[in-house]
């Protein structure tokens, strides 16, 4: 009887690959989905999208800073295409390498919260309830996904540093904030809503205000000063650049404000709040709190009222959902930690994650539809950006050098051409590469075939070139008429010395 107790034990006793799943398979889930969101973003779109494209055309230059963009992913990005070279998968790998850095420092968050390893998962996996990560982080977007990992990893790192006492922790906080404020400027508000929910949590304002405290904020400034001292400098152009993105509508009215205030809600909240008050009301019943989960609770109601005074007092016209994204993602981590070991949170936990499971399943078919039909406007728009980035590729010399009023152009022309020198209109000039004799300008012709005056007199006063009136310029993709308003041409003309 023993024996044969023995043989069946052996006979059912897992494998080790089994059982290494079995105690791994976040690593594992986070691999697969990650190679889904890469295949449905191949089939949806074969041409750059804008954040690809933007960091494959300012890569060409290593410099302090590109504009109203911090410069971090660019710089990745030159690092990139330096070992890899200039190729498409290069790009996209780095957009997916950063998008799983996101989700790691979810989990991460999850776990200095006091979650077991399925509830870090379920914090991590509770970011795709975010339509902006479950839709747009698919598409395209590189600064936001790796100013939200940034922000994950800095509060589990703040966590654990104020558990631990070690130096090297606070070392770590203060990285993962200047690399945070590096990836993307409205990482700022989450950044000051952090540091003054911290303020307000006595073990955490002991640590804030001690010698390790004062470690963080040293290193964080070390690593800030370098492009902190390019915005001194080009804090006039930088400044304009900015407030031309918070205030890009002509008009501001307390209707616009509110109904973007609306689309925010909806696209950075509203669908978590309404899973969880859904499927686990629970987390909404007033509870004790451990330390590390009121400072998050404060930090991303503070840090959401940072970002909207900072809006409101520069005279924005609207709200964006990606403001607020790194502020979106880490509320699933927090409504985690509440749920507790009451009975019934673990059935709530599994119905959450089918939730979430049902989201990549909608997310697959909505991207396949995309992809592959003309049902939906979104995917006709990509595929004539498609044939015109390919058509400008081929009507232009592979060997010649380039000024493009739009990133996304020039990123989709450095693609074709990679050795080709490819400047872009409105960057500074220690980012811009040097143009041989000769440039070729691409631009927006859509509502005419003349160049617009103003980009004229940018050309003149950026690279002292004007388009070249005695070539004749050639045009790519249909003109706007009231039959086909979302059509879009560009123009392609031969540059002379101003």
């Known amino acids: 009887m023993r024996l044969a107790r023995e043989l069946t034990s052996a006979l059912v006793r897992p494998s080790t690959a089994r059982a290494a799943l ?12 990650l190679l889904l969101v890469a295949g449905l973003r191949t089939l949806v779109a074969r041409s750059l999208m804008f954040d690809e494209s933007e960091q494959l055309a300012l890569s060409q230059v290593l410099a302090l800073g590109y504009g109203t963009q911090p410069p971090l992913l660019i710089w990745v990005a030159w690092c990139a295409v ?8 290069t790009i996209l790998g780095l957009r997916f390498v950063v998008l799983g850095l996101m989700y790691t420092g979810l989990y991460a968050c999850g776990r200095s919260l006091g979650g077991l390893r399925h509830r870090a998962a379920l914090a991590a996996a509770g970011a795709l309830l975010v339509p902006a990560v479950s839709w747009d982080f698919v598409l395209d977007k590189t600064n936001t996904p790796m100013a939200c990992a940034m922000a994950a990893f800095a509060v589990a790192s703040l966590v654990n540093a104020v558990r631990t006492g070690s130096r090297r ?53 070390v690593v800030l000063l370098p492009h902190a001292a390019w915005v001194v400098a080009n804090r006039a152009d ?7 993105s918070i ?67 520069a005279g924005g016209t609207r709200f964006k959902p990606h403001w607020f994204t790194p502020l979106a993602v880490l509320l699933p981590a927090y409504l985690v930690s509440r749920l507790g070991e009451a009975p019934g949170s673990s059935r709530a936990a599994r119905r959450l994650g089918a939730a979430v499971g049902v989201g990549i399943f909608a997310t697959a078919i909505l991207a396949g539809a995309v992809g592959t039909t003309d049902w939906l406007r979104q995917g006709r728009e990509l595929r004539q950006r498609d044939r015109i980035a390919a058509e400008v590729a081929r009507a232009v010399p592979a060997d010649a050098s380039y000024v493009c009023e739009s990133l996304r152009d020039a990123g989709n022309l450095r693609l074709a051409h990679p050795r080709s020198a490819i400047a872009v209109l409105g960057t500074p000039q220690a980012a811009r590469p040097k143009l041989r004799e000769g440039a070729i300008f691409v631009w927006d012709a859509s509502k005419g075939v003349a160049v617009p005056e103003t980009t004229a007199a940018a050309l003149a006063r950026e690279h002292g070139l004007r388009p070249d009136v005695t070539a004749r310029a050639r045009f790519v993709g249909e003109p706007i008429t009231p039959a086909n308003p979302t059509a879009r041409r560009l123009g392609i003309v031969r540059l002379v010395r101003d």
Request: hydrophobic share 55%.
């Open 22 to 33: 079995a105690g791994n398979w976040f690593p594992a889930a986070l691999g697969a989905y």
């Open 82 to 89: 330096a070992v890899f070279g200039v190729s498409t998968a």
């Open 169 to 221: 922790a606070a070392v770590c906080v203060g990285l993962l904030v200047g690399l945070g404020v590096l990836s993307k400027y409205t990482f700022l508000p989450f950044v000051a809503g952090l540091v003054a929910a911290a303020l307000s949590v006595p073990e955490y304002r002991n640590w804030v205000l001690s010698r390790r405290g004062a470690a963080a904020g040293l290193t964080a400034l």
């Open 238 to 244: 930088l400044a304009e650049g900015i407030t031309h």
């Open 247 to 313: 205030t890009d509508r002509p008009e501001r009215t307390l209707s616009r404000l509110a109904v973007s205030a609306g689309d925010v809600a909806v696209m950075s909240v509203g669908v978590t709040l309404v899973a969880f008050a859904c499927l686990a009301p629970h987390v909404f019943r007033r509870v004790s709190e451990r330390p590390a989960q009121r400072v998050l609770g404060r930090a991303l109601a503070l840090a959401g009222g940072a970002a909207v005074a900072v809006v409101v007092l």
